[in-house]
């Protein structure tokens, strides 16, 4: 029987991992992210999880374990925020050139200087161009039911590359809602034990990962990114299966709430992305016509979900946690990217970009009201005002 | 388990999904060809005491049936550390072209 308990979004990745029946965990502590392998030590401990738990001594070897673990053909799992992925970002690439298909729980948090514990998203997506596939959650089910999803999605022989799932820092991590837990039996025929693409075995010795010369490399990367295009369809595909398994359909790549007639549409993700939809339930009270788009996957990057939006919206406002210095925030760059065609064939939504939330300060509905209340504005006068806005910077 | 199949690629679709290699003589080229220096064995002094043979980074040194070593120039690099190692002076660097 499925049951519906009460908890953290990090004990909920703990029990996602326990349910995907992952078979090496490798931990090591680091804030807001602690609990989750806290909880999974627990498991493991009392029997309940039937997997090897290796201490390391930094996130570099957590990764390196879970390298290793996989290319044994193995389910690994393990979980990281900030300082402990900046770490990991070397073995990052090994991971996702190797095409091991690790799922790690990413617990968002702002990169030092200066210290911080509070979310952003300036860990994740200093790590875009690693080759792992990204994922954001807006609340706990979500988190559960993305890490149980992203091995389904990544294990795909079309696929084969790692993901991060991520969550922000305290806002999810140690905020406890009602999540329901699918049956075990229901989990396993929905997720069966993992097929690697290759394993190291000791009668049949081989290396992997060796010098490849200018002749080959460039294949191996296009490989990857077809990899990539590949997972698209196939993200969807697990959303819709999931969907009708278990009930909960979180959006495949992105999540459109009211887009249909929208003509302002906002842009964002995880948690933002959660209030940004009270603010459009109360901005359609107020008669506009606004809607939300929620990225969940940031790479694979869903160009073509904003191509088809672009076809009956005027303008895009993203909301971004985090801003790439000396550029602007990410989802900006991104959409305006993905919506070139339609600039050069002169038919351009208008587009504007706001950076709010960094280093965790807090963004609630009526701050994306706001947002929305300006951009509307802007949209009626058919100029753009100000390209890029620190949302309540201070004097 | 994927049994691995050694083939040189020759096209895309040749290639695995990411570069595994077994071992096998040369999987980089005939590597003797980046040797400035090259250790000739003098049998004379030699004892067949094997360190060369053990010590060859490269695993270019033949243990021979009279346990004498011979090194395979096509893939000896010319490192040196079997002529530092060798506890009887029997192996000298010498420059490739005074050959
Ligand atoms: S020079 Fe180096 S590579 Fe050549 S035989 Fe001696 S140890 Fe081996
Ligand atoms: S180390 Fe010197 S003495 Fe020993 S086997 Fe090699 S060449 Fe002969």
Redesign the pocket.
Known sequence: MAKVIIDTANHIAAYAAKAARVQVVAAYPITPQTTVVEKIAEFVESGEMDADYIRVESEHSAMAACVGAEAAGVRAFTATSAHGLALMHEVLHWAAGSRLPIVMAVINRAMGAPWSIWPDYSDSLSQRDTGWLQFYCADNQEVFDTIIQAYKICEDKRVLLPAMVCSEGFILSHTAMPVKIPDQEEIDDFLPPYEPGWVLDVDNPFSHAPLVSPEWYMEFRYMIQQAMENSKKIIEEVDKEYGERFGFRHGGLVDRYRCEDAELVLVTMGTMGAEAKISVDNLRQEGYKVGLARVRAFRPFPKEVFRELAETARMFTAIDRHVSFGFEGFLFSEIKASLYPRQITGDPPLISGFLAGIGGRDVTFRDIEKIAKKSWNWMEKGKIEKEIVWWKLRD | MVKLEVKIPQKREDLPITPLSVPMIGSMGKTGEWRTFKPV?DYS?????????IFCPEGCIERQEDD??KIDYEYCKGCGI?AN????K??TMKREEED
């Open positions: 064995i002094k030699c004892t067949r005491c094997l360190f060369c043979w004498s070593p079997c190692e060798c506890p009887t029997a192996i």
